[in-house]
């Protein structure tokens, strides 16, 4: 038997991380009309989503082990992915096209 | 269970399915996905589903994924995941009148279950029609179903990741769906500001303890979107 790779702490985390979904998506449905939001906390939210997928994704492509590095592998899939997303409408292309690129580099030519 | 055996929550119940069903389909890969990328991090079968019941959130369990692969901090997973969900905040806001009549248990489970593609679909008529019942039955349907769905791909996706190799590197699935997220958001000239800003000051400040990186580079896009929001909102005034 391997060491199970997470403690029971993880379950701390879902419970966590489901009330912070909860708990915006219920708002106002709970509460009705009585509390309006200020339009400038409105505008400033729709970027949140935005923001914080960037703050996600790129890193994770351009760093390896926490070194800027533009030619790597996760890159080019990355590249490859964006690509499938933006000129076709199927919704499984990107994973195709981005685990193709992926696999092909680290598997085809061990990079 | 008078409201479930009324005719009109019946008839709203099938309107809605109706109309949600041919969306429906687009949340099949995303389930797939989810359930091979907790898997792709190191969870259980038994974990990974428990993740998908209790948070039900394709964003903010994908964009949670790298965090606790990488042992962040708590605080920073929850205050990440609170940043993908705030849109949700808007939806509740704008879809909330839809639910007038109904008492607070139904609103708290219609809340639980709201999804960016019933929210879409729904608003609409949530909002112009007089009958709670079938109000109730025309979000209801299809917000089950999403679940169901949600759940029966998750698992498939768990299941058919425990077949596939280790080096295929699966976790990269999180990373693509990410970005398939993001792209549509960034067609939009203040959205793709507040994108741009938020991952370069990800990448600049990379070196700080705790993944605090992430924490400032959220506020930074934020931010960015806004002035830029507030920028070409000048010059279409002007223009």
Known sequence: ?111 | MHTFSSPSFRAGAREGFRTFLPLSVGLIPWALVTGMSMVGIGMTPLQAMGMNVIVFAGTAQLGTLPLIAAGAPLWLIVATALALNLRFVIFSAAIAQGFRGHGSGARWFCGHLLTDGVFATCMAKMLETDDKNWRLGYYLAPSLWSWLLWQTFALTGVLAAGSIPKNWSLEFMATIALMVLLIPMAKMRPMLVAAAAGGATAVLLNGLPLKLGLFAAIFVGIGAGLAADHWQGRREGTA
């Open chain 1, 1 to 111: 038997m391997t060491p199970p790779t997470f403690d029971a702490s993880l379950w701390l985390i879902f419970v966590l991380v489901g009330l912070a979904t909860t708990l915006p998506r219920a708002s106002f449905i709970v509460l009705g009309s009585r509390v309006a939001l200020p339009s400038l906390v409105q505008r400033a939210l729709r970027y949140a989503p935005a923001a914080a997928l960037a703050a996600i994704v790129v890193p994770d492509v351009l760093l390896v082990a926490g070194e800027f590095s533009p030619l790597n592998p996760k890159l080019a899939a990355a590249a490859a992915a964006a690509g499938a997303a933006l000129l076709s409408r199927n919704p499984w292309l990107p994973f195709i096209a981005g685990m193709g690129v992926l696999l092909a580099l680290r598997l085809g030519f061990g990079l």
